[in-house]
């Protein structure tokens, strides 16, 4: 098992306060710590986008800067703020479809880095999660939340172990730093090939997509609760299975061999936290509408949430993203 991020969450965007948060994660040595993150609260409405980008001066850290809704008039400025560096990160909250076309506006406009770091979120309200873009610090006081990366541990059935550790790691780092460790994203979500889509063929004896992997999916979901309620701990956030396409390379293999499309995607996202995550997208307006359209009533029923990562294709059928490598483009059946 590894930390797959410290994520610290702070109660107002305060550039000292920031500055002294980053100092108590640096504090933090731990070679099974993969990354260390800063999460801020909801951004001010009263706030100039400009200002945010004095705050992210330590380049060691990844922000989630900016968290809006739907209706929020600065909307296509988060480009401008994505494109000055590769450690700022966005997410907008959807409130309504009538504001959708805004939203694929600037989506269409973003480079791939600019767009692995910016996502959408179909919740009730901003998500209190470890898990970028899709990240807002929604606390009291300054907090921090763990999120892992332990698919392999997960196979061997070490999650419960996993998650103990993990837990009183957490526990130990709010004594170290004084922040309040507020708990686990148990979410189970990989990194190339540590991957979650082998996992699920193992487990079904199938190829993806077949009949079943709906059901498997579902029965991870239940086994990480399960394992969540043996270890005594009290998720926080996504805390379900994720399919990032563009993170694991099963995933990636079976985009490119057409054996995984876009509507098979989205059917199993019925049962996949991180909904429609990290998979290129043929640019296209009106299928981006409806894509976040049928989101938008696969949350309703699910009551989870829900978020949504495209990476736009200009024609390419791979799509290069320094961070990740080629990001398949997905055929929309």
């Known amino acids: 098992m590894k930390i797959r991020a410290v994520t610290a969450f702070v109660t107002d965007v305060n550039k000292d306060k920031i500055m002294l948060t980053s100092s108590k994660l640096d504090s933090i040595k731990d070679e099974d710590i993969l990354t260390k993150r800063i999460s801020l609260p909801q951004t001010p409405l009263s ?22 809704k739907d209706k929020d008039k ?20 959807i409130t309504s479809p009538s504001y959708i076309d805004g939203i694929i506006n600037l989506i269409s406009k973003l480079e791939p880095s600019e767009a692995s770091r910016f996502a959408l979120l179909i919740n009730d309200y901003f998500l209190l999660t470890p898990y970028f873009p899709t990240s807002t610090a929604d606390v009291a006081r300054d907090s921090l939340g763990l ?69 498997s999916v579902g029965e991870l979901n239940r086994e990480l609760f399960s394992s969540a309620w043996e270890a005594k701990i009290s998720p926080i956030g996504y805390s379900e299975v994720m399919l990032p396409v563009g993170e694991d390379v099963v995933l990636t293999k079976r985009v490119e061999e057409e054996s995984l499309t876009l509507s ?18 043929e640019e296209d307006k009106e299928l981006y509408k409806n894509i976040i359209k ?40």
């Open 74 to 93: 600065r909307l296509q400025e988060i480009r401008d703020v994505l494109s000055a560096g590769e450690n700022i990160y966005a997410n907008v909250l």
């Open 47 to 68: 706030l100039n986008f400009s200002k945010l980008l004095d705050l992210v001066e330590d380049k060691s850290k990844i922000f989630s800067l900016i968290s809006i």
């Open 264 to 281: 098979q995607l989205l059917s199993m996202t019925f049962s996949c936290a991180a909904g429609l995550d990290m998979v290129g997208i």
């Open 147 to 215: 999120s892992l990366l332990y698919v392999n541990d997960f196979k061997e059935k070490k999650a419960i172990q996993n998650l103990e550790k993990a837990d009183a790691r957490g526990k130990m780092l709010e004594s170290k730093t004084g922040l309040k460790y507020i708990g686990i994203d148990i979410s189970l979500s990989p990194w190339g090939e540590e991957s979650v889509g082998k996992l699920i063929e193992e487990r079904s004896g199938k190829k993806i997509f077949s009949r079943g992997h709906i059901w």
């Open 294 to 333: 049928d989101a938008i009533a696969i949350q309703f029923v699910k009551k989870r949430p829900y978020g949504i990562r495209i990476i736009p294709s200009r024609g390419e059928k791979k799509i290069y993203i320094k961070e990740f490598g080629y990001i398949p483009t997905i055929k929309v059946v």
